[in-house]
């Protein structure tokens, strides 16, 4: 992941997300999409949504971002999407928010970088009665509750399952057992923290924790805790990494030091990058979120309640665990599942 750019610097990026080419203008974080729906209606018959994610520097956000506009191209929804500089800019992102908070948007998107940075633009759209979708990492709900917002529905991966997913997958990799670190992100984010626990708790007996550290989400951040994880700990059997730019950054560090293959390595997202290397043997796992998912899920539950729809208060991503024997048919379906999955929003606008 890169380090956090200088917020006046504006620079139009064009990623690559799964395959497919895709424009985002990154640092100035703002880009909006908008058409006609397929009966040619146009989005101001409900009116505009505005979506507030985490930072384009991570291609977990870029395909989000992806799966947001496209659905709101496929429904003529009129969609403003403005993002963090960075995964780590709390601040830069919430004053996004509040400048959004303040114009006329029927419905917000929001993706936030901690469970309470948000607060202050999220207590300004619910003083209007505007609903809020919260996509992939939840609002901390007492801080929802003190500043007054009821959020309409949330959308993500159960982070505790993913983890416990993983830390089973472990178990299949290490049948006698080990000793393995475990690598989070922010230190006391809560989506880092429900995969750290899920892992713990579905990992076996026989498999045994030596060492947590948080590594900012950050790639280069990870290779420097992990190359330190290895040199105290010769006998690591493993690592557990809470998303997979961590996870390539362990797995640089596993090769720099000749270990490839001796220590394995799941982490959790499911990016092109990491399916790649799980074919190159760099990481053994990976519990596949669907990022594109979140986003268009995100964007229908918008278009739903602006229809006044009741929304269910909670609804589950899809994720699976991909493998060597699976990348490449992950590979082949991304930015979406390769399996059928559960979506009660497109329902809900039939």
Do not use: H
């Not at 030091?257 to 092109?272: F, L, P, R, W, Y």
């Amino acid at each position: 992941m890169a380090r956090a750019r200088t917020a006046a610097r504006q620079l139009v990026l064009v990623a690559t997300v799964g395959g497919l080419g895709l424009a985002l203008t990154a640092c100035g974080g703002s880009s909006t999409a908008s058409g006609s729906g397929s009966d040619g209606s146009s989005a101001a018959t409900t009116g505009k949504v505005a979506a507030v994610i985490k930072g384009l520097d991570n291609p977990f956000f870029q395909t989000m971002e992806k799966g947001i506009r496209d659905q709101a191209s496929a429904d003529g929804t009129d969609v403003t999407i403005q993002a963090a500089a960075a995964i780590t800019d709390t601040s830069g992102q919430a004053d996004k928010l509040t400048g959004l908070a303040g114009q006329d948007y029927k419905c917000f998107v929001v993706n936030p970088i901690s469970g309470t940075n948000l607060v202050q633009g999220i207590a300004q759209i619910a003083a209007k009665d505007v609903p809020i979708v919260n996509i992939d990492s939840p609002v901390e709900a007492d801080a929802a509750k003190a500043a007054g917002a009821k959020i309409a529905t949330y959308i993500g991966t159960d982070n505790n399952a993913a983890g416990q997913l993983a830390g089973k997958q472990m178990g299949t990799l290490l049948p006698d057992g080990g000793a393995v670190a475990l690598v989070g992100g922010i230190s006391g984010d809560v989506t880092s923290g429900a995969r750290l626990d899920g892992f713990t708790a579905g990992k076996p007996a026989n498999v045994s924790i030596v060492q947590t550290v948080a590594a900012d989400w950050d790639r280069q951040t990870a290779l420097t805790k992990a190359t330190d994880i290895m040199r105290a700990n010769p006998d690591l059997k493993g690592f557990f990494a809470a998303n997979d730019d961590m996870g390539l950054g362990i797995a640089r560090a596993i090769a720099n030091a000749g270990k490839t293959g001796q220590i394995k390595v799941i982490s959790v997202d499911g990016n092109k990058d990491a399916f790649e290397a799980i074919k190159s043997g760099g990481i053994d796992a990976v519990v596949a979120q669907f990022p594109y998912v979140v986003g268009k899920m995100g964007l229908e539950a918008c278009e739903a309640a602006m229809k006044g729809k009741t929304l269910p208060e909670k609804v589950d991503a899809p994720v699976q665990v991909v493998t060597k024997d699976t990348v490449d048919a992950a590979l082949s379906a991304a930015p979406k599942p390769g399996e059928a999955y559960d979506d009660p929003f497109a329902e809900l606008l039939k």
